[in-house]
């Protein structure tokens, strides 16, 4: 059993679905914990809004599309009258993962997928990851939910000049990570060392997370396929849920590489699985950053990294959604600099702060 590092009490889940049967399996999964009670279920977001008044849930799993209010419409109002952690519970369609990163923006701090079959391993794995993202919501700053999304940001205008050479970035993040990646990755230019990436998400996700990166971003950016050469001026993501993104050299050329193989750190996609083969493809000639997240993947691989030689970096407590990941790195000497997120992307490109900082 994993307790909750924040609350001395059960967590209290509120779960808003209108499906009857996903509101039972949400409340069985959530009660089988020690950790978490479900004290109440919503069909509808109208009934929601009266039970987050009188029960005060730690936390709330939110359908994307329900009847008399729509999830989304319901989500923003409530960031803006009553923030709270989210986790949004979505069908494993392109339309639905569109909304779902939609809502990641509007201040949801995770997604899960619906699960895809009853069979026993399936739902055992599902009830993993619904309680663990429960777990990762519920340790969210509540000054961060109520402070809500930081403006868009232009590319850094410090990030110019010559290109460092035979150079790699790599990006790991979980909880609060799709925003961070997009804060971090909309500040390069399009004249960019080659970038890889795994972020922690449900499958089916990350699709329509790379086309949304691709059109705010002026590097262009993909979801990683076997075998795919690495480019200047491309960024390359982890497909969600499916295989763990490493990196290796092929007759001098970069190429990723997808491994089905299990989880690592209860993931698949595995930042210490990118990390790592960064470090043996890459040595010294590569820079790392570990984003926001809960739990420890990515600690240990940007430790590997580090001691290959490459420049690593974490991103700061006060601008994590959840300090978990970049503070395990911090314990074990992965790197000895945690900087602010608007100060990432510069200090990965060219070893340098933010125009901001000098």
């Not at 020690?34 to 069909?43: K, L, N």
């Not at 993104?245 to 996609?269: F, I, S, Y």
Request: hydrophobic share 45%.
């Amino acid at each position: 059993m994993i307790a909750s590092t924040q609350f001395s009490r059960k967590i209290k889940v509120l779960a808003v679905d209108d499906s009857a049967l996903m509101r039972a399996l949400m409340t069985h999964i959530v009660n089988q914990n020690s950790d978490m009670e479900m004290v109440g279920t919503a069909p509808d977001p109208l009934i929601a809004r009266q039970m987050i008044k009188e029960l005060n849930p730690d936390v709330l799993t939110l359908d994307v599309e329900m009847p008399k209010m729509d999830g989304l419409d319901f989500l923003s109002r409530l960031m803006r009258l009553r923030p709270m952690p989210v986790v949004m519970v979505s069908s494993l369609t392109n339309r639905h993962s569109e909304i779902s990163l939609r809502a990641l923006e509007l201040g949801a701090v995770e997604v899960i997928g619906k699960p895809s079959s009853s069979s026993r391993a399936n739902m055992e794995a599902y009830a993993e990851q619904v309680t663990d993202k429960i777990r990762a919501a519920a340790q969210v700053k509540p000054g961060f939910l109520s402070r809500g999304r930081v403006a868009a940001p232009a590319i850094d205008a410090c990030l110019g000049g010559v290109v460092r050479p035979n150079w790699l970035i790599a990006i790991g993040a979980s909880t609060g990570g799709t925003e961070a990646i997009s804060q971090v990755l909309r500040r390069f230019p399009a004249a960019c060392p080659p970038i890889v990436m795994t972020q922690h998400m449900p499958a089916g996700f990350t699709a329509s997370f790379v086309q949304r990166l691709d059109k705010l971003c002026a590097v262009k950016v993909h979801e990683a396929y076997d075998g795919q050469p690495i480019l200047p001026g491309n960024a390359y993501l982890a497909p969600g849920g499916v295989a763990h993104l490493a990196v290796r050299k092929a007759g001098g050329e970069l190429r990723a590489q997808l491994l089905h193989t299990d989880p690592v750190n209860r993931h698949r996609p595995s930042v210490d699985v990118l990390f790592e083969s960064v470090a043996q493809a890459m040595g010294n000639r590569a820079s790392a950053a570990l984003l926001t997240g809960m739990g420890k993947d990515g600690a240990k691989g940007l430790l590997a990294m580090r001691q290959a030689g490459a420049d690593t970096v974490v991103q700061d407590e006060a601008t994590c959604v959840v300090f978990g990941m970049p503070k395990e790195a911090l314990a074990i000497g992965a790197s000895d600099e945690a900087l602010p997120l608007d100060q990432i992307a510069s200090r990965l490109f060219s070893g340098r702060k933010s125009a901001a900082t000098h």
